[in-house]
């Protein structure tokens, strides 16, 4: 390609609200335009890069032996009011309706989607295991977009969805997304580390994150120095001990509140503000700073839209991984309740909140359903020992604590989460009725799992781990092109372009991507340009250099440019 043809949309100044360094050179190097919050165009140059990272992507499903589909972006309310989603999705969700006022939505993902299809079109366990994908546009009406396309409302997303019959073939399929997913993230040169993460759906399910690591990642990651461990902060800090803080005084109580299920009705029987339930709730929950989003969430509690008792992992909540009962036993000295961002329904099905993991100021609050139409109150009191207990405070996890796997000690680094392997087991497939007939006749519900790559996202990741103070740097696999082709003064000098033509032509007789920078720009200008744009071999010629017959090589990252014969240079870069 050349320049003359193809603009450079290269610009000096920054708009005041590009804070990272990915979002500044991206719009500096004329790879995208915002339209509005969240919301951008992206420039030929751009799209180039995106494109890239999309067909790895491609490539590396397909050798996975996943199917590619492609869904529609706009889904119909009536699925997600099926699996539940359609009210406990928060204000992300885009809503509408179409002329004939029927709810629908702007995907944000395809659960539903996916889950309805393979209801109606697997029939039969012979025709499982299947895993599908599609690289489509997502919506999320994100609280804050910011950071460019790395938090964006309308982004491209791979997503993939298993289904199974057993969980064996769940396991075997996740395993093979594990390495799929580390296949891409080599391929794509970047520097990456596989995590465990809160997963939100009830039971011993699993997930993990992908990170790049980059200091302005919005995720803070935990790994231990001697051994494999790495999780989500979160999730460390979940299993992580408890501080002891001194008993307080007022007895424990246990409160008959017979049908009263909601916050707000319990608060009024209990003659407790409701804030501080929702707070105490939202500390034992692991949000001791809460942001708008779980203000929100806390409302929807507090306006009685959901039962307490419907506060567990994964129903609500989402993100919170269930506690063993171990771990139950070793932190609370019992056997049922949630402890901090650690949580477990406890006996018949029924959700018990902490009565032990206050944090100050909450001390003495006020917390249920121990039991159904039972809360209780002065939760710092041990029952057995019928004397005050000891309150246990949220750990932060930091640098130097234990590993929780016993090995080394953490260290924590900020993380970029590109992409994220669930399995959900039965919670789409129960909710829609997703059944298959087993090898005995009988219908039986499908298992799950889904595996989201963020891949607009990866593009700005890979800048923010790739770039200096004159550009992108951009990894071999992400290159827009491979090589920038920049004669001097040639529009003065015929031999020159004569040369320049044949290089160029060499090139691409070799499959190689060129630049070829063909405008009557001074060289300084040129080589701004060429280096903010992040091509990683350029290649100058000019009159001088062709008395010796050489060109002049230098790799995006060299800090001396070399000399080479120009019948050479094909064959160097090639
Ligand atoms: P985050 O924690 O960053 O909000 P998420 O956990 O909500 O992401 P998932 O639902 O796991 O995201 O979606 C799969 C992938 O999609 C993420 O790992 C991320 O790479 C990408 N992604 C999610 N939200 C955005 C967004 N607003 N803009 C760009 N990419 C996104
Ligand atoms: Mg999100
Ligand atoms: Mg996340
Ligand atoms: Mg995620």
New binding site residues.
Partial sequence: MRTSQFPLNTIKEIPADAEIVSHKLMLRAGLIRKLAAGLYTWLPLGLRVLRKAENIVREEMDRSGALEVLMPVVQPGELWQESGRWDEFGPELCRFKDRHERDFCLGP?HEEIITDLVRSEIKSYKQLPVNYYQIQTKF?D?IRPRFG?????E?L?KDAYSFHLEAESLQETYDRMYETYSRIFERLGLRFRAVLADTGAIGGSKSH?FHVLADSG?DAIAFSDRSEYAANIEMAEAVAPFETRKPASRPMEKVATPGKTSIAEVAEFLKVPPENIVKAIAVMIGKRDLDREWEEFCLLLLRGDHELNEVKAGKILGGFRLATDDEIEQHMGCRAGYIGPVQMSGAKGVVNVVADRAVPPMSDFVCGANEKGFHLTGVNWDRDQQAPKHVHDLRKVTEGDPSPDGKGSLRIARGI????IFQLGSKYSEAMQATVLNEEGKSQVLVMGCY???V??VVAAAIEQNHDERGIIWPQALAPYQVALAPINMHTSERLKQVAEHLYRSFRNEGIEVLFDDRKARPGVMFADLELIGIPHRVVVSERLLESNQAEYKGRQDADAIQIPLEEVVPFIR
Avoid: K
């Fill in positions: 993902t999320r994100e396309v790395m938090r964006a409302r982004f997303m994150e919005e989460e590109v992409g994220h989201g790559i963020g607009s996202r």
